[in-house]
Nanobody
């Protein structure tokens, strides 16, 4: 499965962005748990959050809880990351990933497919 992340850009602190992650044509992600990760400049990759295959279960990292929302549209084979109240520390390259793990995968090694990343920059 090839994943294409998009929607990144430059935004002022307090603003919002919505990232999208689409599966390649003819492929489906409906049977995968989907995750969003990010890599801030000079730091390790970290989990932003996950969403179950049916969209019913979500998990968020502490730093984004209450500000970010993950959703999915299995008809369009697309997963979204709505980011509100953005802070400069949210600046990072954001990646989407798909996991066949049946639980709640929170580690990068539990993901099988990765998108190419999209840059989000939040100015103060």
């Amino acid at each position: 499965v090839q994943l294409q992340a998009s929607g990144g850009g430059l935004v002022q602190a307090g603003g919002s962005l919505r990232l999208s992650c689409a599966a390649s044509a003819g492929r489906t992600v409906s049977n995968y748990v989907m995750g969003w990760f990010r890599r801030p400049p000079g730091k390790e990759r970290e989990l932003v959050g996950t969403i179950g295959w049916s969209g019913g279960g979500t998990y968020y990292g502490d730093s984004v809880e209450g500000r970010f929302t993950i959703s999915r549209d299995n008809v369009r084979n697309t997963v979204y990351l709505q980011m509100n109240s953005l802070k400069p520390e949210d600046t990072a390259v954001y990646y989407c990933a798909a996991s066949r793990f049946m639980g709640e995968p929170t580690q990068a090694y539990e993901y099988d497919y990765w998108g190419q990343g999209t840059q989000v920059t939040v100015s103060s």
